[in-house]
């Protein structure tokens, strides 16, 4: 099995910065990509962003796309999400994911069925 933990959310004014990290751990032969999604209060899980875990082709929500940012290190194991110009509206609670898939377009990656492992998340409070 894997074992998926998200660090690095905290409190940000709007228009500032923050890097979030998830730790892969465990069977990692069965990952093929690598998602991040996030709830906001009242809100559903969605989608923001995803990763090929071999190539590192990446993918994103029109909504963040041009601001945040998913990329891999091989070592350590950490996927991470660079967040830039956040806005109020991108505060939520932030969670990654794995998948045994890879795919080439983005509508896949937004399924949340597609995940079989799921970190418990990290809080990203974004201020005004």
């Known amino acids: 099995q894997v074992q998926l933990a998200e660090s690095g959310g905290g409190l940000v004014q709007a228009g500032g910065s923050l890097r979030l990290s998830c730790t892969v751990s465990?069977?990692?032969?069965?990952?093929?990509?690598m998602g991040w999604f996030r709830q906001a209060p009242g809100k559903e899980r969605a989608f923001v962003g995803a990763i090929d875990y071999f190539i590192r082709s990446a993918y994103y929500a029109e909504s963040v796309k041009g601001r945040f940012t998913v990329s891999r290190d091989s070592t350590p194991k950490t996927v991470w999400l660079e967040m830039n110009s956040l806005k109020p509206d991108d505060t939520a609670v932030y969670y990654c994911?794995?998948?045994?898939?890879?795919?080439?377009?983005?509508?896949?990656?937004?399924?949340?069925?597609?995940?079989?492992?799921w970190g418990q998340g990290t809080q990203v409070t974004v201020s005004s």
């Open positions: 994911a794995a998948t045994t898939l890879r795919w080439v377009s983005r509508e896949n990656y937004e399924v949340e069925g597609s995940y079989y492992s």
């Open positions: 465990g069977r990692m032969s069965n990952i093929g990509s």
